[in-house]
């Protein structure tokens, strides 16, 4: 897409510091990064968001991810990772192109928000009623 920066790294005409790619996904270093490792995965082909990818895109994104999360724990001492993916400018989408942020969290980091938050108990009969209505829409 013309002026995407992402379909720009993947032409080749903006450098990164790639760390995989294979026929469907490249992957490379945020060059803003929360943490050590901090890892985007995109499609090559483009796609804004979750509701534009094509399945196997999604499909190549998830499994690079799972190669690239496995040399994360030989590299790096983790507690765990955060694995996020934005929606819409609303959500704080900066870049127009479906990505996949592997965040490596190691000790003596603090807690993401994204995967921090307090738990309240909801109302069964309106989580029911929701359950209910968002699954009638996928048939």
């Not at 995989?20 to 499609?43: A, M, R």
């Not at 996949?100 to 309106?126: F, I, Y």
């Amino acid at each position: 897409m013309e002026g995407c920066i992402f379909c720009k790294i993947v032409k080749g005409e903006i450098p990164c510091f790639k760390i995989y790619e294979d026929e469907k996904v490249i992957s490379f270093l945020d060059i803003n990064p929360v943490s050590q490792g901090h890892t985007l995965i995109i499609p090559k082909i483009h796609a804004a968001n979750l509701w534009e990818i094509q399945e196997e895109d999604l499909m190549a994104v998830q499994l690079a991810a799972k190669k690239i999360v496995n040399a994360m724990k030989s590299t790096f001492d983790l507690l765990g990772v955060v694995c996020m993916q934005l929606n819409g400018r609303g959500v704080n989408q900066l870049v127009m192109h479906y990505h996949l942020h592997l965040v490596p969290r190691s000790e003596g980091e603090s807690m993401l928000s994204v995967s921090s938050w307090d738990q309240k108990p909801g109302n069964p009969e309106a989580i029911a009623g929701l359950a209910e209505k968002i699954a009638s829409r996928l048939a």
